[in-house]
């Protein structure tokens, strides 16, 4: 090789950065992304599109991995969200431990439901998540708002404990002892008992 | 020289140890300490960063300290004690330069004595000329004669004399040196005891190879090795990242609410970089040359001394290093029919004309085998003497008997031309001694021949313990010599070297050597004779005896004093514990770090960040306190870790895995450890003085 | 139980990164046959590259090429970003971006670090995710990877290092291409969505509405966790429900994040021809890896001090975690990921237990428990060189590293490299934490606060990308000032390294003697360990104290 061309050639090097670019997003933007979409249409349709639940009249009501706000005393209420349970802006409280503001929140969650010394109330429930749009609450979460969920719905406590067992789930399985309940589900699953 | 009395050995290690001062000799001291304030000079200091940086900080806190003064503020002997702590730890660190530069020379003074002026006879156009030896040049001829003193370096040219070298080897006993051979060279200031020598000048006085080490090991021209250059450059880059830590603390201290002073800011930076090494750095690195010194090696560069602990192969000449000067005659093989007295009895007669120190050896086992009935001297004997050309020397007695012994080719070729043949059995005695790595010299008388002598090679005392050690360390033996393969291999085995180059001729050095440097080994050799000169400019060490030629000395990047084959050991030696006691200090200094992170940090901040005073583990009195003793701790350890510098750290032949747990154990761990307990004391006896 | 789901992380990590080295290493390689897949593979990277992707390059040509590229990605994605309210795919008509976050996003995913001062699902259009956000996910991971191979054949002796267009080709296409594919079809299947429809608008039961952002997350998600990028498709990253929906998936994101760092380990080993060094080296890291997982995980099961004396039932710290995830997945998460340069979270860092945060920046600070891609190698050859050669010297000898001696110019380079990092954390915080440009913008009060301002330089410097969310950060100052770091401190470490081993190429190499300071032993291992705990964590010391542990302490 002749030393000219075995120079830099800062002017070649351009053009093939240029075509690299050019093949990469090809490659890794469009055809990667086309044949995952294909996939996801072909095997996973639900989920690919976000998990949706539809009503009955083909309403989208909701995505069964997205926490939606409760306040009413039938339904069971979701962890709190410092988003409001915004699905389009998720984000945690980012209080830390020392931030009295996390502790005022909890103050304001304990009176409201009531909890005391000897009753204490489980931690999710004071407790935000990261994304603000965690789906769940612990089994115990459930079992301690259920009393609340029967009398406003004027079942009997062992109905509603009863519908919480049954939809409560390890989410990943003898690796995670707390089982935990989806607060959509299990509310979809209530006004359902009600018709 | 002579090697063979243990009584040698020791008379020489007591001089060595005369000659090296005590550590903290008073005189020595006193010149250190009045040089380490000279030395505060800062574009003096600026060679060292880290002292640099602890100046600027001392300078800055005294500034400090004359503003409180001025405004009459509190904490005023906080700010005091900070800063006489802080000029002490610049002055301990000059100390040690000192101190190490004033053992360089004490230890050149005693070789400047030989530099007295003499008087020198110059022969020019064969009339003599009385001069000053100051006023000699390169090339002119100068004669000196018995009593009279060398004026300058160079090379006899013409006749043999005794020289009294003992003015800079301490060697008592006269040294020979002759022209033509390998014991050529002479230094000026020695003293001629007999006869008359021409010399021919090869240094200008004051330029002298003596000159140019006394001038390099006090000092004056001192130049940084490239490992040292390294460290420094390592030191500098955590000095910088240290001044990141603390100036970062001052703007963060004021996110908390908190006003650090400069005093307590410098004293943390000064903690954290490593001025143990930073100030040790330079005598650890004089101290080096003043070991070698010490042990008689003249090296030409402080870089050479570093090199010879890389040494990876030593060539080590057979003859003098490995085996104890020449052959000597140990034993009789008789041919069947010739009885073992016969045998010894002939030889002796066959080696009369013999004055080489082989026939010799033969003439004197040749006594202690027949005792009272050994042969004598026969005056009208006619001598035939042994030549290289001949290879045989012998005896024609008056009574018609004549006897020859020498090498086998020789004495075959003497009794063919007698019409006599060699029988199988003789044959096979030859071949045998040779095996067995001796040298077979043939006796004859007349046409028959009587049988074989063998001389072998005395191996010296412990030199097979001694290469054990070094192949501990990592290094291979190579030994040279003229010996054939047999005898090569079979001395090779009994001593325990690695390898070995047989009839070696000055090429085969220069050849093997370039081999294993290709292989990117490091090689060391010592050599003395002109024909040694490619070679030691090749080796990577190449040692020159000081007996050898001018061309040796000038090849070579050390000299020996001694003129000692196994010298090359000790600089190895030497080049390693030099390295590891660079390595070892930095260790301890970086890991120091923790403790006095743990007195100060917690102190800076006590006042704002009151819950940090869980942190202070080691329950010092007061955050004053508790900074101060840190920078004493931080002060003292330099004085205190001289003597580690400068005799060097502990050096035992082991693997390099060996040596390496050994050294983290006692300067990582103890580094750690220590000042915990070091500051402790300190905070303790702060305490009684009531004053923070 | 946790326990038990940590080493199934950590072990199914450490299981596949040795076939993922084998592969890397075939591909990375020049092919060996001149027909086969490998072969014409790399005749179409020829094709595409020309002559400019043949030519072998010494260090100098290759960190050229480097960077002339890597000034591409940014100029690309910068102009991709100030225009996507004009391109395509924008179902959602997302508006124009701010200039100075336009240079920090461009800056954030060039450098690998992926720190957003934006939210995904608000700001940005699904063209700007994809051409713009995903395709620097893979050409920066594949720009450290590259790096690291060019820095082992260096190292093993070569002044030529490769050709860096041929070995960003192989490291998109053939190592982390394939690599995101599988990793993607994974998490379709365990339900992250895959789609370009926009949000989708719900009724809830109780008659409000909600708005579902959505979009192709699971190809987004697959790369962001394989080339330790972690820029999340949304604000909540890896915490949000589309982004990982279940406990499986949670598993994959972890192993997915670790997989390449320790494959790069192997891989070298693998290129210098020293597997039993690599050994040592891995098993360092994994040791000190271990070992943070186990503190996070034991600092972050202490209930958060906030629910002190309420009636609250004890559990560990649950504030900004997930309950789908299990108890442990928050801390192990965290560790993993700032010990490997990502930056993606699964929970909210800055309400973690003081002392789990401080594990998280230590990983940061010292960014070489695997580290990033390529790069994570890359910062732990430093820590060797200074070790070696503070060590070396004790044992007798001019120090040396892989048979070549360790001098002047290597530790010049190697210092000024190792003080980057220091000088961009402490010196940012510095400033930040005197000037109102950090103090007031933290989310939290005391000690925590400067924490936040902190984590966010520490984050910025080692390329990570997480950060204490709570610091509004999307301010110019923040913006610019965290832009020019993060560049700064992610093209540095990977030239000066490479200059290093250049010049180490040059030097003949000495034979091992027993005399040699060995670097596969377990005395080496201690040695790495010693000088990455007294270089490394030292300078952060104090910082340390002020922040996590005054936090701590105070309660």
Redesign the interface.
């Known amino acids: 090789m002749s030393d000219t061309k075995k120079h830099i050639n800062v002017y070649q090097q351009i053009i093939t950065s240029g075509r690299i670019v050019i093949a990469s997003m090809t490659i890794c933007c469009l055809l990667y992304g086309l044949a995952l979409l294909s996939f996801g249409r072909l095997v996973m349709q639900d989920s690919a599109d976000g998990s949706l639940i539809l009503n009955d009249h083909k309403e989208t009501i909701g995505s069964e991995l997205i926490a939606q706000g409760f306040t009413r005393p039938e339904y069971f209420w979701p962890r709190p969200s410092a988003v409001a349970y915004n699905a389009s802006a998720s984000a945690g409280s980012n209080f830390s431990p020392t931030n009295p503001a996390l502790r005022h929140r909890a103050e304001a969650i304990i009176t409201k439901m009531e909890a005391k010394a000897g009753n204490p109330i489980p931690a999710d429930l004071v407790s935000a998540s990261g994304s603000g749009l965690d789906p769940h609450i612990t089994l115990a979460a459930a079992r301690y708002q259920a009393a609340r969920v029967a009398a406003a719905r004027g079942l009997s406590d062992a109905l509603v404990m009863g519908l919480l067992e049954k939809s409560a789930k390890s989410p990943g399985g003898p690796l995670t002892p707390d089982p935990v309940v989806n607060v959509l589900l299990i509310n979809m699953a209530l006004d359902r008992l009600k018709k | 020289m002579k090697y063979n009395t243990n009584d040698h050995i020791q008379a020489k290690l007591d001089r060595r140890r005369s000659r090296r001062a005590s550590l903290f000799k008073k005189d020595l001291v006193r010149i250190a300490a009045r040089q380490s304030v000279i030395m505060l000079k800062p574009w003096v200091m600026a060679r060292n960063p880290v002292m640099f940086i602890t100046e600027i900080g001392a300078v800055m806190t005294t500034l400090v300290l004359v503003l409180d003064l001025l405004k009459h503020r509190y904490g005023l002997i906080y700010t005091l004690a900070v800063t006489v702590v802080l000029w002490a730890t610049v002055l301990f660190a000059n100390f040690a330069e000192a101190l190490a530069e004033a053992r360089g020379k004490a230890q050149a003074d005693t070789l400047k004595r030989t530099r007295r002026k003499a008087m020198a006879r110059k022969v020019i156009n064969g009339l003599e000329e009385q001069v000053s030896s100051d006023e000699l040049h390169e090339g002119e001829i100068v004669l000196v004669k018995a009593g009279e003193i060398i004026p300058s370096d160079g090379e006899v040219i013409e006749g043999a004399a005794t020289v009294d070298e003992s003015a800079i080897t301490g060697e008592s006993a006269p040294v020979v040196r002759e022209a033509g051979g390998d014991r050529s060279g002479v230094t000026g200031g020695t003293r001629v005891l007999s006869d008359r020598i021409s010399i021919r000048i090869t240094a200008r006085a004051g330029q002298s190879f003596l000159d140019r080490m006394i001038a390099l090991v006090e000092g004056a021209v001192r130049q940084k090795t490239p490992n040292e250059l390294a460290l420094t450059v390592t030191l500098a880059g955590l000095t910088l990242a240290f001044l990141l830590v603390t100036g970062a603390l001052w703007p963060i201290g004021r996110f908390f609410g908190v006003d650090l002073p400069i005093p307590t800011l410098i004293a943390l930076l000064v903690c954290l970089i490593p001025t143990t090494i930073g100030a040790l750095l330079a005598a650890i690195g004089l101290a080096g040359m003043d070991r070698a010194l010490s042990a008689n090696v003249l090296a030409k560069s402080g870089k050479a001394v570093e090199l010879a602990g890389d040494i990876d192969t030593l060539l080590l000449d057979k003859t003098g290093t490995i085996t104890l000067g020449d052959r000597q005659a140990t034993e009789y093989f008789p041919l069947t029919g010739v009885t073992r007295a016969q045998l010894a009895e002939s030889a002796m007669w066959a080696s009369f004309g013999d004055q080489t120190p082989e026939g010799k050896s033969i003439i004197k086992l040749g006594e202690e085998t027949l005792g009272s009935s050994a042969p004598l001297e026969t005056p009208g004997a006619k001598v035939v003497p042994f030549t290289a050309h001949s290879r045989l020397s012998g005896l024609d007695l008056p009574d018609g008997r004549s006897f020859r012994k020498g090498a086998p080719d020789a004495i075959y070729a003497y009794i063919q031309g007698q019409a006599a043949s060699v029988t199988p059995a003789l044959q096979a005695l030859v071949d045998g001694v040779g095996r067995h790595g001796g040298t077979p010299i043939v006796v004859a008388e007349g046409k028959n021949v009587l049988g074989v002598v063998a001389l072998s090679d005395v191996l010296k005392p412990g030199i097979r313990d001694r290469f054990e050690r070094l192949r501990a360390m990592g290094l291979r033996v190579v030994m040279v010599t003229g010996d054939n393969r047999l005898t090569a291999a079979a001395i090779a085995g009994q001593a325990g070297v690695d390898d070995y180059i047989a009839e070696a001729k000055p090429e085969d050095k220069l050849e093997y050597i370039r081999r294993e440097q290709r292989e990117g080994r490091l090689i060391a050799m010592m050599g003395d004779g002109t024909n040694d000169a490619p070679a030691l400019a090749q080796a990577d060490i190449g040692v020159a005896m000081n007996s050898g030629t001018q061309a040796a000395k000038e090849a070579g990047n050390m000299v020996d004093l001694d003129s000692d084959p196994t010298k090359l050991i000790e600089v190895i030696e030497i080049g390693k514990q030099l390295l590891m006691t660079r390595g070892a200090l930095t260790t301890f200094s970086i890991a120091n770090d923790v403790a006095k992170y743990f007195a100060i940090i917690p102190a800076m901040f006590m006042l704002a960040i009151p819950q940090l005073a869980a942190l202070n583990v080691m329950g010092l009195t007061t955050p004053q306190s508790a900074i101060l003793s840190a920078l004493i701790f931080n002060a003292i350890i330099i004085p205190l870790l001289i003597p580690v510098a400068i005799k060097g750290v502990k050096y035992r032949p082991m693997g390099a895995d060996s040596i390496l747990r050994r050294n983290l154990l006692i300067y990582g761990l103890g580094g750690v450890i220590a000042p915990f307990a070091g500051i402790k004391l300190i905070d303790m006896a702060l305490g009684l003085t009531r004053l923070f | ?1 946790s326990t ?2 940590i080493l ?1 992380i950590l072990g199914a990590a450490a299981l596949l990164s040795w076939p993922a080295a084998k592969w890397m290493t075939w591909a990375m390689s020049p092919p060996q046959k001149g027909t086969g897949f490998r072969y014409s593979t790399e005749s179409v990277f020829l094709r ?6 043949a ?1 072998d390059q010494n260090w100098k ?1 290759y960190t ?2 480097l960077l ?2 890597n000034s ?2 940014f100029i ?1 994605v910068f102009v991709i970003l100030s225009l996507q309210q004009i391109l395509p795919l924008n179902p959602d008509s997302k508006g124009v971006l701010e200039p100075s976050l336009i240079f920090h996003t461009a800056a954030s995913f060039t450098s690998n670090t992926n720190l957003q001062h934006y ?1 995904g ?2 700001s940005l259009s699904y063209f700007s995710q ?2 713009g956000l ?2 620097l996910q ?2 920066s991971a594949a720009t450290g990877i590259a790096s690291l191979a060019a820095l082992a054949r260096g190292l093993s002796g070569k002044t030529n290092m490769g050709n860096f ?1 041929s070995d ?2 192989r490291a ?2 053939l190592v ?2 394939p690599m ?2 599988l990793a ?2 994974l998490l ?2 365990g ?7 926009g ?8 008659g ?1 509405l ?5 979009g ?1 997350v ?2 987004f998600v697959a ?1 962001k966790q394989l080339g330790t990028n972690g820029g999340g498709f ?3 990253n890896s ?4 982004e990982n ?4 998936t949670n598993i994959i994101e972890c192993v997915c994040i670790i997989l390449i760092p320790m494959a790069g380990v192997w891989m070298f080993g693998r290129i210098t021809g020293r597997m039993r060094h690599a050994v040592i080296i891995f098993s360092v890291m994994a040791v000190l890896l271990a070992g943070k997982v186990a503190l996070a995980v034991y600092f972050e099961s202490a ?5 002190a004396e ?6 560990g ?11 442990v997945a ?1 801390a192990t998460w965290g560790v993993l990921t700032t010990a490997t340069s990502n930056g993606s ?4 860092h ?2 973690f ?2 002392l789990t945060g401080l594990i998280l920046l230590a990983g940061m600070w010292l960014n070489i428990t695997f580290g990033g891609v390529g790069v994570g190698l890359i910062n732990m050859f430093l820590y060797i060189i ?1 070790g070696v ?11 040396e590293y892989l ?1 070549r001696k ?3 110019h ?3 380079l ?3 490299t ?2 980057v990092h ?2 961009f954390i ?2 940012g ?3 930040f ?2 000037t109102p440009w950090g ?1 007031s913008t933290v ?6 606060g ?2 936040e301002i902190l984590y966010e330089f520490s984050s910025a410097a080692a390329n990570n990308g997480s950060g ?3 610091l509004r950060d999307n301010t110019t100052p923040w913006n610019v000032a965290t832009g020019i770091i993060m560049l700064l401190a992610r093209f540095i470490p990977i030239i000066l390294p490479l200059a290093i081993a250049g010049s180490l190429a040059g030097r ?4 091992v ?6 670097t596969d ?1 377990f ?1 080496f291992g ?2 790495i360990l ?1 000088s990455v705990i ?2 490394g964590a ?6 340390a ?2 922040g996590p ?3 701590y ?3």
């Open positions: 139980m038990l789901l199934l595409i590259g020309g002559q400019t992707a030519r040509e050229l090429s002339l590229f591409f990605m690309v939210s699902e608000v994809i051409f995903m395709w893979f050409v267009f960003l080709m998109t296409f982390l291409l995101a594919v993607s079809i379709i299947l339900g992250v969505p895959m789609t370009l429809l949000a989708a608008t719900a009724k809830t039961l109780e409000s909600q708005i579902i952002a959505r192709p699971a190809a790369i949304f604000s909540a915490a949000h429900p589309f929906p279940s406990f499986f209930p958060t001090a906030a629910f309420l009636p609250v039932q004890a559990t710290n649950i504030e900004g975690k997930e309950l789908r995830f299990g108890a928050g979270v699964n929970s909210m800055d309400s237990n003081p200074v050669f503070i060590c070396g010297m004790m044992v007798g000898r001019t120090p048979g360790v001098e002047t290597e530790m010049k190697a210092l000024l190792l003080l220091p000088l402490l010196g915080t510095a400033v934490a005197l103090a989310n939290n009060p005391g000690p925590h400067f924490t204490f969310e709570g003949k190499p000495a034979p003697t027993t005399g040699t300071l060995r032993t005395l201690m040695v010693g007294f270089i030292l300078l952060f010391l104090p910082v104290v002020l542990v005054a936090e302490l105070a309660k």
